[in-house]
């Protein structure tokens, strides 16, 4: 591993002390948060919403850089197969997929930049997370992971508010 590979490794792990040591934070619901949990543990990520056509189709386009406590959430009015692609979108991304009671259902890992090949994230996805590529893997985020946001129909969410 050459230096170039050292300082990810750091980086990487720097970043999980960031996130272990939030894992107590508390469950509360907030409009400009998201929690996980799994059997990873906890993370949360300060996040901008889209929720409807404009937003959606400009999502994180033209930004070259994120906070790595930071992402996007993606809210749709109904259930249904999405697909994402990373036209004009300068960072990698992890794209995280869950149906409408807010459980992943898939992981895209570091989709690449500025790469238009449509990214599916199968059928009935309602909710979808974009963080920093290669956070999901670090922390532990995988199919199963539960989200909490007010966002989702409370009476039908895995993680109400």
Not at 13 to 37: H, M, N, P, Q, Y
Not at 88 to 110: C, E, K, M, W, Y
Not at 138 to 157: D, K, M, R
Request: hydrophobic letters at 45%.
């Amino acid at each position: 591993m050459g230096n170039g590979g050292k300082a990810v490794l750091l980086n990487v792990t720097k970043l999980l002390g960031i996130f272990a040591a939030t894992s107590s934070f508390a469950e509360t619901c907030s409009a400009d948060a998201v929690s996980l949990r799994g059997d990873w543990g906890k993370a949360r990520f300060n996040v901008e919403i889209a929720d409807d056509y404009s937003e959606r189709s400009k999502g994180l386009m033209n930004r070259d850089f994120m906070a790595s406590n930071s992402g996007m959430l993606f809210v749709y009015d109904r259930p249904s197969a999405v697909s994402f692609w990373m036209r004009n979108t300068l960072i990698p991304l992890d794209i995280i997929f869950a149906d409408s009671r807010g459980v992943v259902q898939h992981v895209h890992a570091n989709a690449m930049p500025l790469d238009e090949t449509p990214i599916p994230g199968g059928p009935n996805i309602q909710y979808v997370l974009e963080i920093n590529g290669g956070l999901a893997q670090a922390i532990g985020i995988n199919v199963g992971t539960e989200l909490h946001h007010p966002s989702l129909f409370q009476e039908n969410a895995a993680w109400p508010c």
